[in-house]
């Protein structure tokens, strides 16, 4: 029986992703986009973003993450306070390119040899570029953020 359980989850994860719209793409560097969500590159990502939602919950109270994007450097700026009660800042360089499977995908390395994000993650936008959603690759993770003006002051 649990068996059973766990692979339905999966497949009811599978089917909202696919629904969700993480499986289509286009070209990082001006492509086109379908009439619900604006093309993923890299100045409709650049700016401030800040994670609101993380594998369908919102973020616990008092817990942030935000992201800045450079489109010109293709830097990205991290600042969240998940193993610290203050924002700490992370930072390292990110590319936008295309899967087989005509899909827009962000990868990202930390400085300072650190090494690269837990993984790459298929990217979508909506029509109005305010909300953009990151689908891992190779497991369930799914994040939501929403575009804001300016990082906060840390």
């Not at 817990?63 to 990205?76: A, S, V, W």
Request: charged letters at 25%; proline letters at 2%.
């Amino acid at each position: 029986m649990k068996f059973f359980r766990e692979s339905l989850t999966l497949a009811i994860v599978a089917v909202a992703l696919f629904v969700s719209g993480c499986e289509r793409g286009s070209d990082v560097d001006g492509g086109g986009a379908d009439e619900h969500n604006m093309a993923v590159t890299y100045y409709t990502v650049d700016g401030a973003w800040q994670l609101v939602e993380w594998n369908e919950a919102p973020l616990a109270e008092g817990t942030l993450l935000y992201i800045d994007l450079d489109r010109k450097e293709r830097r990205f700026e991290i600042w969240d306070n998940f193993n610290s009660m203050y924002p700490t800042m992370s930072s390292g360089s990110f590319l936008l390119s295309v899967d087989d499977m005509d899909r827009y995908i962000i990868s990202g390395w930390y400085d300072y040899g650190v090494g690269d994000w837990n993984d790459e993650y298929i990217v979508e936008l909506n029509a109005e570029g305010d909300s953009m959603v990151w689908c891992a690759v190779s497991s369930d993770e799914v994040m939501i953020f929403a575009k804001v003006e300016q990082l906060p002051e840390f």
